[in-house]
C-alpha cells in the first residue's frame, strides 16, 4: 500500500462560526420585539399586551391589558416569527445584526438551521433564562455565548453575514423594512392619559326638610371615560387605538342652611343591578363631593345628614349605562 502525503497548505479546516456578542442579541431581541408589538399595536391597539420571543415573568403591563393570545392574529405572527427562525436560523430582528440561530449538539459540529421543532421548544426554554434573568445574561461569561434555552436544546447564536447575490440583498432589505415598520408602530415613547365627561345627568330631587341644617341643591350622576394612549413614532394614531375605561361618578352639592356643628354627610346609592354603596363626606368639607359608583344606571340616591334623610332621588343617563 503507497501512502501519500498531503500537503498541509492544501487541507481544507472547517470553518467555525463566530459566536455572536451579547450585545448583538440584545439588540435583535429589541428589534423583534419593536415588529411583534406593532402588530399588537395594529390589531388592538393599546388593549393588549405585545409578545416577546424573549418571555420573562414579569410583563411589565397593567393588570387590565389582554393577553397577546388573546389575539389569533398575534399568537400567527408569534408562530411565523417561530416557524421562520425554525427554517432559517434568522427572524428581522437577527437578520439585519447578522446573526443566527444554528444547532449545536454538545458532540456534533455548529451549523445548520435548528428546524421548527427544536425553534420552539427554544422559546419557552427561555422561561429557564428568565429566573432572575440570570440565564439571558449566561452568554457574558459562557465560552461558547449560550443561555439556558441553547444548552437545553443544542443550539447557539453566532455571526452569519447574509449572502451578496441578489436574492441576499432583497431579504435584507425585507427584513429592513419590516423592522423600520415595527420601530414606527412597537416601540412605546411614552403614555398619555385623562378623564373625560361623557355624559351626565342631573337627579330630580325630593322635597326637603325646610328645618335640616343643609340643603342638597344639586345631584349628578356622571359617566366618566378613562383613557390611556401610549405615545409612539408614528403621529396619525387617532383615538380608536387607546385603552379606555367607562366609569360612573355621582356629585353631590350642599350648602348650609344657617350655623350648625358640622357633622356626617352620607350618601347611600343602589344601581340598577342591586349593588349599595354608602360613601361618607364631612359636611364641613363641602360644598360639593364626588363618589365612584360601582355598578349601572339608573342609581337611587339617597343623602342623610347624621342619620337624617334629607332628600331622596333618582338618577338616570339619557344614552348608555
Known sequence: MTVTDVDPSTRVTPRVPE?????????????????????AW??????????????????????????????????????????????????????????????????GPVGGQPGVLRSVVRCWAHLLDAILLIGYLRPLWHPEGRTFAD??????????????????????????????VGLVLGVRLGDAGGVTRD??????????DADAPLRVDRVTLVREIEWRQAQRLWPWQGDAR??????????????????????????????????????????GDGPMTTFPLEGAAPV?????????????????LLTGG
Open 151 to 180: 444548552s437545553l436544546v443544542g443550539t447557539a447564536v453566532v455571526l452569519r453575514p447574509p449572502r451578496s447575490d441578489g436574492r441576499g440583498r432583497a431579504v435584507t432589505a425585507a427584513a429592513w423594512v419590516v423592522i423600520v
Open 242 to 283: 387607546r385603552a379606555e375605561t367607562t366609569r360612573l361618578a355621582l356629585e353631590v352639592a350642599w350648602r348650609p342652611t344657617g350655623p350648625h356643628e358640622p357633622g356626617s354627610l352620607l350618601v347611600r346609592t343602589t344601581t340598577s343591578d342591586g349593588a349599595t354603596v354608602e360613601n361618607a363626606a364631612w359636611s
Open 19 to 39: 459566536v455572536a456578542s451579547w450585545g448583538r442579541r440584545v439588540i435583535a431581541a429589541l428589534l423583534d420585539g419593536a415588529v411583534l408589538g406593532a402588530v
Open 42 to 107: 395594529l390589531v388592538g391597539g393599546d388593549r393588549i399586551a405585545a409578545p416577546s420571543l424573549q418571555p420573562t415573568f414579569d410583563t411589565g403591563t397593567d393588570a387590565d391589558l389582554l393577553p397577546w393570545t388573546s389575539s389569533a392574529v398575534v399568537v400567527t405572527a408569534v408562530v411565523l416569527m417561530l416557524v421562520l427562525q425554525g427554517l432559517t436560523g434568522q427572524t428581522p430582528g437577527r437578520r439585519v445584526v447578522r446573526l443566527q440561530v444554528v444547532r449545536a449538539p454538545a458532540d
Open 199 to 208: 355624559s351626565s345627568a342631573s337627579c330630580r330631587l325630593e322635597t326637603q
Open 300 to 316: 337611587d340616591v339617597e343623602v342623610l345628614f347624621d342619620g337624617r334623610t334629607l332628600t331622596t332621588c333618582t338618577a338616570t
